[in-house]
């Protein structure tokens, strides 16, 4: 949950109805979508190679003080 956040819809796995349902949703509100995608972009620069090994860089310093 803490990863999807604004940029997407969890869902249970097993519900088909549940997947028609968001699906159709989304396919009916073109403003919902661009928010999520806005979101989706936005939460995935957290994720960036780059931003991951300067956290891991910043974890070693810190035990290695």
Do not use: C
């Not at 999520?36 to 300067?54: D, K, L």
Request: hydrophobic share 45%; proline share 6%; glycine share 6%.
């Amino acid at each position: 949950p803490e990863v999807v956040g604004k940029s997407g819809v969890l869902l249970p796995p097993t519900d088909a109805a549940k997947w028609t349902q968001a699906l159709l949703g989304l396919l009916a509100n073109p403003a919902k979508r661009h928010v999520m995608s806005i979101a989706g972009r936005q939460a995935s620069s957290r994720f960036r190679w780059e931003t991951v090994a300067q956290q891991t860089q910043q974890v070693y310093d810190r035990l290695l003080a």
